[in-house]
């Protein structure tokens, strides 16, 4: 059984960088064709994709958020990073991470998301 | 960047409709499309990959369609428990980045 979790700060100040851990449990992230990825929905909005990591350790990200987006993968604990830099109250979401395969290019598995707030 | 339209914004309809939620690229994005619903507080959840593709546990009556730049989810008749926003998500295998369209809310009529 797939599952993924989401931790971090609920609360980051303006110019703060996020970081963000996802752990999963139910798959590897050594295995061939696996990627784990980061996704955000502002309250009442849409779905924002962010950046991905795949088993080869190839990363992709968000043309618009790549500057300020760093993704990486501990693969010995099951983990994935997510850091988010210079925060602003815009970028207030539901964080989740979420597991696809390269064959689908979709994804099949989510966390439950956390909810990051930027705020003074 | 390819650019996703997803229409309508809002549906309104009734229990044994059929209902068709389109989405648009600006550009060809072969059979990269997937659909989500997402009920709220909920995380998503894959009904549609490759833009026809079923996912396993998904009702029949959920069938996706369409390549190149336009697509189409069409629930056969909607239930009760359909009642979501759905999102369709392209793959840009240019720029090797994904983009999700705006949602669509079914509501009840």
């Known amino acids: 059984q797939i599952t993924l979790k989401e931790s971090g700060p609920t609360l980051v100040k303006p110019t703060q960088t996020l970081t963000l851990t996802c752990t999963f449990s139910g798959f590897s992230l050594s295995t061939s064709g696996v990627g784990v990825g980061w996704i955000r929905q502002p309250p009442g909005k849409a779905l924002e994709w962010l950046a991905l990591?795949?088993?080869?350790?190839?990363?992709r990200y968000s043309p618009s958020l790549k500057s300020r987006l760093t993704i990486t993968k501990d693969t010995s604990k099951n983990q994935v990073v997510l850091t988010m830099t210079n925060m602003d109250p815009v970028d207030t979401a539901t964080y989740y991470c979420a597991h696809q395969q390269l064959w689908l290019q979709s994804i099949d598995y989510w966390g439950q998301g956390t909810l990051v707030t930027v705020s003074s | 960047d390819i650019q996703m339209t997803q229409s309508p914004s809002t549906l309104s309809a009734s229990v044994g409709d059929r209902v068709t939620i389109t989405c648009r690229a600006s550009q060809s994005i072969s059979s990269w499309l997937a659909w989500y619903q997402q009920k709220p507080g909920k995380a998503p959840k894959l009904l549609i990959y490759k833009a026809s593709s079923l996912e396993s546990g998904v009702p029949s009556r959920f069938s996706g369609s369409g390549s190149g730049t336009e697509f189409t989810l069409t629930i056969s008749s909607l239930q009760p428990d359909d009642f979501a926003t759905y999102y369709c998500?392209?793959?840009?295998?240019?720029?090797?980045?994904?983009?999700f369209g705006q949602g669509t809310k079914v509501e009840i009529k």
């Open positions: 998500q392209q793959y840009n295998s240019y720029s090797a980045s994904w983009t």
């Open positions: 990591i795949y088993w080869n350790d190839d990363k």
